[in-house]
């Protein structure tokens, strides 16, 4: 009996190894194959003298090539490095571009419309958050997903590279109507609290920084570290060892179903009007017909990778790894804004050193009436400053649907809180000095009340 051990070439997930398994067990004389995609490596043990090449063509006709993959911590190929820096710059020329133009607004302006809750307003509200900060988390899955599909296979058709979008999208849509029929049949018993959105975005958002890295080439053995694997049998029961690759409409479509539960502001106002319908079947279709109305937006976002083609193709995938690196870490910042709000504050301002309160504070009967106006874009004025030891009366006007819409503000004894359209009113009483945070359930927008002693002349 001889053991013989062959490096593997070109493996990224456990399906790789189902495939090379396969390949190598149907050689004659072969008794027994262990393949490893973290260690490049196929053992094969054999009763006879099998000649290396016909192991060789076993592995090819899986598709794959012998030999040894970069494990470097960081490649060598300057070409690499040129096209991330490039992806950076052109990143970052687009995100100045949108905020000097405005077009970042496009949303907003869209979701504000939202003042009735008919159906067609939903699939407006659906557009809008298509366009919204939203898609920094869902745009990033599905960029993610579609760019890491198509670098795999470079070969497939248009129509082809569209499979992926066109599964998630229908997942998405078929999961949105089953979930908003759930919701809509148990009511409130289904929200999920700031914390744990807030945990479930940097898990989301740690795959995605894995797939971004991935994608750009710039560390071979992160690249390889960072693979999500499945023990062999699973991947064998899940179909993942068909010869297109580990790619799986199922799992795809499950993917897009499961965006519902993402803290998005859009798709938390929305939940919350189905919600309140009572009734399985209109809040099923309200939801299904939001997730209808994201199409235009995440499908723009997803075609763009399955039109790309040739030498152009790898240059993009690098710069689609950096743009889902960015909406990782926009996500992750978020994430990290919701749960220590203090730690990111200065994006929101540092607090207010004001010796009287502000201007948006009011006092009625010994209350202090704290306005705030809730835009699409955030809050105005997102800073304010109050009293300690006197209570607050805290009264929102929500003028816009957006990810501003659910706002999260622990340190004043606030849990997550979807407000509806017009005043909303929150209360709190400060017990100390300091500086107050609250943010959107998923930490892009937020704002301080900075507590304060009052004068003692006032």
């Known amino acids: 009996m001889a053991v013989v051990d062959?490096?593997?070439q070109g493996m990224t997930c456990k399906a790789c190894e189902v495939r090379v398994a396969k390949s190598l067990a149907k050689v004659p004389g072969v008794t027994h194959v262990k393949v490893s995609v973290r260690d490049g490596v196929a053992r094969v043990r054999t009763d006879a003298t099998i000649p290396r090449a016909r192991l060789h063509k076993a592995i090819e006709k899986a598709g794959y090539h012998v030999g040894h993959d970069d494990r470097s911590w960081f490649t060598s190929d300057r070409s690499v490095w040129r096209d991330v820096a490039v992806a950076v710059g052109v990143v970052v020329l687009l995100g100045l571009v949108l905020r000097a133009t405005g077009l970042t607004s496009l949303a907003d302006r869209v979701g504000g419309v939202a003042s009735s809750g008919s159906l067609a307003v939903v699939v407006l509200l659906g557009v809008a958050a298509g366009l919204s900060t939203c898609m920094a988390l869902v745009g990033g899955l599905v960029l993610g997903v579609s760019a890491s599909h198509a670098e795999k296979h470079p070969e497939a058709t248009g129509r082809?590279?569209?499979?992926?979008?066109?599964?998630?999208?229908?997942?998405?849509?078929?999961?949105f109507g089953v979930l908003g029929a759930l919701i809509g049949a148990l009511g409130s018993a289904f929200t999920f609290s700031g914390p744990v959105l807030a945990v479930l975005m940097i898990v989301v958002s740690l795959v995605?920084?894995?797939?971004?890295?991935?994608?750009?080439?710039?560390?071979?053995?992160?690249?390889?570290?960072?693979?999500?694997?499945?023990?062999?049998?699973l991947s064998a029961a899940l179909h993942l060892d068909r010869a297109d690759g580990a790619y799986s409409d199922a799992r795809t479509a499950l993917l897009g179903a499961g965006t519902f539960l993402l803290p998005c502001g859009f798709t938390q106002a929305v939940q919350i009007y189905a919600m309140s319908t009572g009734s399985p079947l209109r809040a099923g279709a309200i939801m299904a017909l939001f997730a209808v109305g994201t199409l235009p937006g995440i499908l723009g976002i997803g075609g763009l990778t399955a039109a790309v083609r040739g030498a152009f193709a790898?240059?993009?995938?690098?710069?689609?790894?950096?743009?889902?690196?960015?909406?990782?870490?926009?996500?992750?910042?978020?994430?990290?804004?919701?749960?220590?709000?203090?730690?990111?504050?200065?994006?929101?301002?540092?607090?207010?050193?004001?010796?009287?309160?502000?201007?948006?504070?009011?006092?009625?009967?010994?209350?202090?009436?704290?306005?705030?106006?809730?835009?699409?874009?955030?809050?105005?004025?997102?800073?304010?400053?109050?009293?300690?030891?006197?209570?607050?009366?805290?009264?929102i006007d929500s003028v816009a649907v957006s990810c501003a819409a659910s706002i999260y503000a622990p340190e004043m004894?606030?849990?997550?809180v979807v407000?509806?359209?017009?005043?909303?009113?929150?209360?709190?009483t400060p017990t100390e000095t300091g500086t107050l945070h609250y943010t959107c359930a998923m930490g892009m927008y937020g704002g301080t009340v900075t507590v304060i002693e009052r004068p003692a002349e006032s």
Do not use: C, K
């Not at 990290?336 to 207010?352: N, Q, Y």
């Not at 004894?413 to 997550?416: K, Q």
């Open 208 to 233: 995605m920084g894995a797939v971004g890295l991935r994608l750009t080439h710039l560390s071979p053995r992160l690249s390889r570290a960072g693979t999500i694997a499945l023990p062999p049998r």
């Open 413 to 416: 004894g606030i849990a997550t």
């Open 160 to 175: 082809q590279r569209m499979r992926p979008h066109l599964a998630f999208n229908a997942g998405r849509v078929v999961g």
């Open 314 to 395: 790898t240059r993009f995938f690098r710069f689609a790894g950096v743009a889902v690196l960015t909406f990782a870490a926009i996500n992750i910042t978020g994430a990290l804004g919701v749960l220590a709000p203090g730690l990111v504050s200065s994006a929101f301002g540092a607090g207010s050193t004001a010796t009287v309160a502000s201007d948006n504070v009011t006092f009625e009967n010994g209350t202090q009436v704290l306005h705030t106006t809730q835009v699409a874009a955030g809050y105005e004025p997102a800073n304010a400053t109050v009293y300690v030891g006197e209570p607050v009366r805290w009264e």
């Open 6 to 8: 062959l490096p593997v």
């Open 419 to 428: 407000l509806e359209p017009g005043v909303n009113t929150l209360g709190f």
